[in-house]
Antibody
Framework: QVQLQESGPGLVKPSQTLSLTCTVS??????????WSWIRQHPGKGLEWIGY???????YYNPSLKSRVTISLDTSKNQFSLKLSSVTAADTAVYYC?????????????WGQGTMVTVSS | DIQLTQSPSFLSASVGDRVTITCRAS??????LAWYQQKPGKAPKLLIY???SLQSGVPSRFSGSGSGTEFTLTISSLQPEDFATYYC?????????FGQGTKLEIK
């Protein structure tokens, strides 16, 4: 079955760029009908959707983060990535990648295990 | 953005109880509502999509209902493994948003 796995640095300095990659296994990232999203969860808090990328390369970002977010795709590696620039302590969170299924009313049926990113000098 | 408000935020119940969690949307979201269960240190798990459709592999004691602006998640008979935090999520318009969560604790 399809599995997602996040990878990337667990510690990022303030003002630098956070970079994470999600590797998709057991299925193709180029399958239509699925959008590939990033979601984060601040410690002890709720969930915040960051944005998605479709296999065509089209993207949509949460307006609250849009000026700092880039999501990209590498179909040859079956991966998608998140870059968040100019990070501050407020970006400390667990970051999840997830699959958004359009026929399921745009719900997230598969999630990575999450990766904790701390912003600190 | 569409705001989702869950009630209650905390719920204390016993094994075998029937519990209901409500999610209210700030505007009509049709049936684009999903429910997730999250346990400490784990990713959320999809329980219900499209307001009332049970995700494959999820026990039938979980059910969802509602449309428009008011939705409910019901657990018919609580099991020990059901004590967790539950979130609703709307998928009708961007940005997708989540409720603040309902923490279900053992009484």
């Amino acid at each position: 079955q399809v599995q997602l796995q996040e990878s990337g640095p667990g510690l990022v300095k303030p003002s630098q760029t956070l970079s994470l990659t999600c590797t998709v296994s057991g299925g193709s990232i180029s399958s239509g009908g699925y959008y590939w999203s990033w979601i984060r969860q601040h410690p002890g808090k709720g969930l915040e959707w960051i944005g998605y990328i479709y296999y065509t390369g089209s993207t949509y970002y949460n307006p609250s983060l849009k000026s700092r977010v880039t999501i990209s795709l590498d179909t040859s590696k079956n991966q998608f990535s998140l870059k968040l620039s100019s990070v501050t302590a407020a970006d400390t969170a667990v970051y999840y990648c997830a699959r958004d299924v359009t026929i399921f009313g745009n719900s997230f049926d598969i999630w990575g295990q999450g990766t904790m990113v701390t912003v600190s000098s | 953005d569409i705001q989702l408000t869950q009630s209650p935020s905390f719920l204390s119940a016993s094994v075998g109880d029937r519990v209901t969690i409500t999610c209210r949307a700030s505007q009509d979201i049709s049936s684009y509502l999903a429910w997730y269960q999250q346990k400490p240190g784990k990713a959320p798990k999809l329980l219900i999509y499209a307001a009332s459709s049970l995700q494959s592999g999820v026990p039938s004691r979980f059910s969802g209902s509602g449309s428009g602006t008011e939705f409910t998640l019901t657990i018919s008979s609580l099991q020990p493994e059901d004590f967790a935090t539950y979130y609703c999520q709307q998928g009708t318009s961007y940005p997708y948003t989540f409720g603040q969560g309902t923490k279900l604790e053992i009484k």
